[in-house]
């Protein structure tokens, strides 16, 4: 059998059951409730650290080749238990997700276009050479999941439950291969607001074009831990210099590819005197980010200005900026879902980015029209209720 998956001028062609739908089955799900602890309240919800508090429960599915995958659990939320030799701990061979559960004003739950989600997940399992699954009646399970802990939703403002969704090599043998055998696994915690003023708090970035994220013919486009751990020196670096975002550049043109762990969009008027909101390409170098795509959607149907996927370069930003040309620069992606750019640390000189001095126009829209949507508070397919 043969499992086609495609990253823009990358595909990757696998052969073997593995890599086909494979057979999770939500109506085989084995739930075993134990409550144990409390919720944060509402009063300590906007102060909870992201990834410090975990809910009760996990969600747990097994895979072994020749066996496939076994009846999905939800357990109490604890320790797992692995050989030292499974080929996560050695050689990266896992994959996850992000994605995030909103309590609205009316006090129902709903996950922010989760398929796309699982479909991403889907498509790094497979570069992984990690099972493929279904990814509907995977996220069935997260949903069942969900209702047990629907009281680790916030109800504070602002807040949300997040959700990592994650799958890792287990089989206990030390070689550079396929892993036998598989764990999904997902666990939730609730997090407080990004912005813990309540407003926008502009970031300044290094972009120091040494480090480098991503290239032609990697795994940029993949959300694996591999492409996570390495940024992590780079990002310490940063804050030693006042900065609190890498902005990863590629190339002898120094093209921009991502800011920090978020996709960059930039507002400005191009050589044609058009106003533009323009992000980079999925050339291979960036992660199809769910926040960049909806936000482009979105964009599109405002028809406020072009809306396009286009490379553009530091040269690019500087000239715009010597030209007035430049209003606005932001990242996006789950976590923030819009981060405002007040600044770039380059060369040794601070670029200044006018995304305040403009009102933030771009930037605050993109982030109402998307929370709006995630909390409810406008009816949209993309917002899954977790009871329908």
């Known amino acids: 059998m043969l499992s086609t998956v495609k990253f823009a001028r990358r595909s990757f062609t696998f052969i073997g059951s593995r890599y086909a739908s494979t057979s999770i089955q939500a109506d085989r799900l084995k739930v075993k409730v134990d409550h144990r602890n409390s919720p ?7 102060n909870l650290r992201f990834g410090h508090t975990f809910s009760d429960h996990m969600l747990k ?10 009846a999905p659990q939800i357990v109490p939320y604890g320790n797992l238990s692995l050989s030292p030799a499974a080929p996560a701990l050695h050689y990266a061979v896992e994959c996850f997700e992000g994605v995030k ?31 493929d699954f279904d990814q509907e009646e995977v996220l069935k399970c997260i949903k069942e999941l969900l209702r047990v802990d629907r009281n680790w939703v916030p109800s504070a403002p602002d807040c949300s439950l997040y959700i990592r969704p ?15 055998e598989a764990l999904l696994y997902v666990i939730t915690c609730p997090v407080g607001p990004y912005f813990k003023d309540g407003g926008f708090k502009p970031v300044r970035l290094l972009a120091d074009p040494k480090y480098v994220r991503a290239w032609p013919g990697g795994l ?13 020196a780079p990002q310490k670096e940063a804050e030693a210099l006042g900065c609190t975002q890498i902005l990863w550049l590629f190339g002898p043109d120094e093209q921009i590819t991502e800011v920090g762990t ?3 969009f930039m507002f400005w008027i191009n050589k044609n005197n058009e106003r533009e909101l323009i992000t980079p390409p999925l050339n291979g170098l960036i992660l199809p980010g769910v926040t ?19 490379e553009f370069t530091m040269n690019d930003i500087l000239e715009a900026k010597a030209e007035n040309r430049l209003m606005e620069m932001f990242g996006a992606g789950t976590a923030c879902v819009v981060s405002p750019i007040g600044s770039i640390l380059y060369r040794g000189e601070v670029i200044e980015i006018p995304t305040m001095d403009t009102g933030a126009h771009m930037a605050r829209k993109c982030f109402k029209e998307l929370t709006d949507i995630q909390f409810g508070r406008v009816p949209h397919p993309w917002a899954m209720d977790i009871d329908e």
């Open 40 to 46: 944060p309240s509402e009063t300590e919800q906007p």
């Open 61 to 70: 599915i097994a895979w072994k080749d020749g066996q496939g995958w076994g």
């Open 101 to 131: 559960a909103y309590r609205g004003d009316d006090g129902r739950v709903r996950v922010f276009r989760p398929l796309e989600n699982m479909r991403r997940m889907s498509n790094s399992c497979k570069v992984s050479m990690l099972p």
């Open 220 to 232: 940029g486009a993949s959300k694996l831990g591999s492409n996570y751990g390495p940024t992590i």
């Open 262 to 264: 978020m996709n960059m």
């Open 292 to 310: 960049r795509r909806s936000l482009l959607e979105l964009a599109e149907q405002w028809g406020e200005c072009k809306v396009r996927e286009g």
């Open 166 to 180: 994650t799958v890792i090599g287990t089989e206990p043998h030390l070689g550079v291969n396929a892993s036998g």
